[in-house]
């Protein structure tokens, strides 16, 4: 949220990743202490890439001697993108060879399964295909993808390949970003897009193919849509969809959409990965990152290297120390290094594709996103210490929480193969052949099993789906998951007591918001202040809004002091929006303020955006002025699950689990002499801490009147009686909701 953005200094973040990542490796490796000069050892040479696993025994399967006359052209092909045309680039990919033979598959049947490598071309060729074969007269190609990033920066490729303005014929929509026109026919887009569109359009009328992209990554809303589109396809024998995955899951996939639907494997054109495991375990995987780069980079051999961190801040810190280490030794040569992740601004994104400067060596540092959606060509190390960040439902705090833990294998084995894309590589995995077979998961456990549900029970629940139970998943998320997701919706009032949805909760579903932001907006309109909530909002939907440039820290901190506002982060947002648009949206303005500007056009554009949205729904803009305590309250209504009691200095206790939580340093209630009694927060981020991120101070008064189900004033006659009411109303609620989801499950037995 918009508060990280003023990190601590190098120092502290060094620090905070450090006890991060020891607090990971403790908790799933052995530590053996050991340091890497010593543990890269050589390990028998394996043969990555086996695309035939998923054999589709339908007939579609390519030979092999294809994938061998493929080798024998490719040779050392890393600069090969520079000196071919699209086209030339386009009829080299592995799916090119079977262009005909997909089409026929698709043409036959409704549903298909595509299996191919990373970087044969799915993503970006397919859509194309489609278009060259009719699809588009009759409707849009549409193609999902899990992350934001790939929707992006694969619609750009491919409005370059055929030549076009991005955003005419191809395009792509993100959250709060449509990037679409009247002309387009080809549409990217993250797979929570299309999930939306489902609401306004159930049967996806305007499309006349679907590419489920990705499908391997199991994302929540991929998952959710499998269900969906399960639906649509019968309803529909015109729409085609094609369900695209890179690894093997193959087989569950069509079984899912009725066992005879069709795999088409395309044949790969891999090389060989020679497989370094570490020979014990490693203490510290950014510093050993580091080392084993810098050897690669010594060691003569050509070709570029791609790092895997968990997340931004490893990859910075990963990043700055390469550049360090090499900055220190005498003649060492150039080397560009490349992050990516999610929040990097996208000109700098773009870098990762482009040839660097006087064609020295990439050494591109990325987030799992380079695991299989983004493929760049000219990798020929990957070095892998085995994390990666993943959004974990934590019941101790009661909330989802981004963890590191270690991939899964079928995560390492693609991240090796990832060498092995345009000649013979070499992977170095920084954790131990033991440690892989017996500590990591064969695959990582879908998102729909591991994260809240109630944005998607929201969801369904608008789309006339009562009966989670018997929805029809892929893997079934633990039902208590789903009932605490439906009790979450409950205490916000977007669910009544059987589990229907409310009239609030009909209105919230239409933001594409958490469902306490959404009902945040809403009730705003009855507190008279939902200018000021719709502004909060759309800054809490930019991820970083302050910078500190290196050797100008104290300069910033000075400036941003001056927007805080002490009772609270979100309002202290609010101030530093009124006083831009005080200064007619100046970017100028920012600089002098080390403000991104770039995040303050997107918020007016969020803003834009919600507020059409308000309008649609009649929900009226309404100032408070300058009475803030309005504000808090409003605040309040929503996230009075994220109360906090005070304990000691800056210290917290939650209200329900009384766990401790912490007032980050950046937060503009640190340090301020001023430490309200109660708070609440957005949400939770565990580092060596659990750190409150963006905090307001609140009543306890307010506390007890708008969230009744948890909380009652300390009074010491009706007190007992007050609990005692709530705990009963909780009770019968609880029994009330089983009641209605035995019944659900009743009917289900007696349909089947
Ligand atoms: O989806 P799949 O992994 O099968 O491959 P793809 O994403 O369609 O990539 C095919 C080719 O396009 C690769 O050689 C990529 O390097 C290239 N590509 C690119 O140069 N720039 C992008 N933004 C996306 C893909
Ligand atoms: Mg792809």
Redesign the pocket.
């Known amino acids: 949220m918009a508060v990280v953005a003023a990190k601590g200094s190098r120092t502290v973040r060094t620090w905070r990743e450090k006890e991060e990542r020891k607090k990971a490796q403790e908790k799933h490796w052995d530590l053996a202490g050991s340091r890497l000069g010593e543990l890269i050892g050589v390990k028998a040479k394996e043969e990555e890439a086996d695309p035939g696993a998923a054999d589709d025994g339908g007939g579609y399967r390519e030979s092999q001697q294809f994938a061998s006359h493929m080798m024998d052209k490719a040779e050392a092909v890393s600069d090969f ?1 520079m000196h071919k045309t699209f086209r030339e ?1 386009r009829e080299y ?3 090119f060879v079977v262009r005909q033979k997909i089409l026929s598959v698709i043409r036959d049947n409704t549903v298909v399964i595509i299996v ?11 859509t194309q295909y489609l278009h060259e074969d009719g699809y588009s007269m009759t409707g849009l190609i549409g193609c999902t993808q899990p992350r934001r990033v ?1 929707a992006m ?2 619609a ?3 409005s370059e390949e055929m030549g076009i303005k991005l955003g005419e014929d191809v395009g792509y929509a993100i959250r709060f970003e449509d990037c679409t026109s009247d002309k387009t026919v080809i549409k990217y887009m993250t797979d929570g897009i299309l999930l939306r569109e489902c609401l306004g359009d159930p049967d996806l009328d305007q499309y006349s193919a679907i590419i489920m ?2 499908a391997h990554e199991r994302s929540l809303n991929t998952d959710v849509l499998f269900g969906l589109l399960r639906d649509v396809v019968s309803r529909r024998t015109d729409l085609k969809l094609i369900i ?1 995955s ?1 690894t093997m899951d193959a087989e569950k996939f069509s079984t899912f959409f009725g066992g005879n639907t069709p795999c088409f494997t ?1 044949p790969g054109r891999t090389f060989p990965v020679e497989i370094f495991h570490a020979k014990s375990s490693v203490e510290d995987y950014v510093e050993a990152a580091v080392k084993q780069t810098v050897t690669i980079h010594l060691g003569g051999l050509e070709g570029d290297v791609l790092i895997f961190m968990p997340g931004q801040e490893d990859i910075e810190v990963t990043c700055a120390m390469i550049k360090e280490r090499l900055e220190e030794l005498d003649e060492a040569p150039p080397l560009a290094v490349l992050p990516i992740y999610s929040q990097l601004p996208s000109d700098l994104q ?1 870098k990762i ?1 482009q040839k660097a400067p006087g064609g020295m060596r990439k050494c591109i540092v990325a987030t799992n996103i380079a695991e ?6 000219g990798i020929l190390f990957v070095v892998d210490p085995g994390y990666c960040k993943l959004k974990v439902f934590n019941p101790r705090i009661g909330m989802d929480a981004l963890q590191i833990f270690p991939v899964s294998q079928a995560s390492a084995s693609q991240r090796s193969g990832r060498a092995g ?1 345009t000649g013979p590589g070499q992977c170095y995995r920084l954790y131990t052949e033991r440690q892989m077979k017996e500590e990591m998961l064969r695959n990582t456990v879908p998102e729909i099993q591991r994260t809240n549900l109630s944005h998607v029970v929201l969801l369904l629940k608008s789309l006339g789906v009562d009966d989670l139970l018997g929805f029809h998943f892929m893997d079934a998320p633990p039902q208590d998951n789903i009932l605490n997701s439906m009790y979450q919706l409950w205490t916000l009032g977007a669910l009544d007591n059987t589990g229907r949805l409310t009239s609030l909760g009909r209105k919230m579903v239409e933001f594409p918001l958490d469902p306490t932001l959404s009902k945040m907006i809403i009730v705003s309109e009855e507190m008279g202040c939902s200018d000021e909530i719709l502004t909060i909002v759309s800054m809490l939907s930019v991820p970083a809004i302050f910078f500190r440039p290196k050797g100008r820290e104290d300069d910033a901190d000075a400036k941003k002091e001056k927007f805080q506002v002490p009772e609270s982060d979100h309002t202290s947002y609010l101030n530093v929006y009124l006083q831009w648009r005080m200064n007619k949206y100046s970017s100028k303005w920012c600089n002098d303020n080390f403000i991104h500007a770039k995040a303050m056009r997107k918020v007016r554009e969020v803003r834009a955006q919600l507020k059409d949205i308000m309008d649609q729904q009649k929900i009226t803009i309404i100032s408070c002025g300058t009475d803030w305590d309005v504000v808090r309250k409003c605040i309040c209504s929503s996230y009075f699950q994220n109360a906090a009691r005070l304990k000691g200095i800056g210290e917290y206790v939650n209200l329900r689990t009384g766990i401790p939580c912490f007032l980050h340093p950046t937060s503009a209630l640190f340090g301020m002499g001023y430490t309200p009694d109660y708070v609440v927060y957005h949400e939770l981020i565990m580092t060596a801490k659990e750190y409150m991120q963006s905090v307001t101070a609140v009543d306890g008064t307010w506390l007890a009147e708008l969230g009744p189900m948890f909380y009652s004033i300390k009074d010491a006659t009706s007190r007992k009686e007050k609990k005692q009411q709530t705990l009963k109303d909780v009770a019968t609620m609880e029994e009330e909701m089983k009641i209605a989801q035995s019944e659900l499950v009743r009917r289900k037995h007696e349909a089947d």
């Not at 299989?372 to 060509?377: I, K, N």
């Open positions: 993108a680039q990919l592995p799916v191919g490598e990373t970087g044969s071309g799915k993503t970006t060729q397919l790939a920066s694969v750009k490729r491919v992209d990705e695209t890179a395309i773009a594709f299989t959606s983004l493929t760049v060509d894309r």
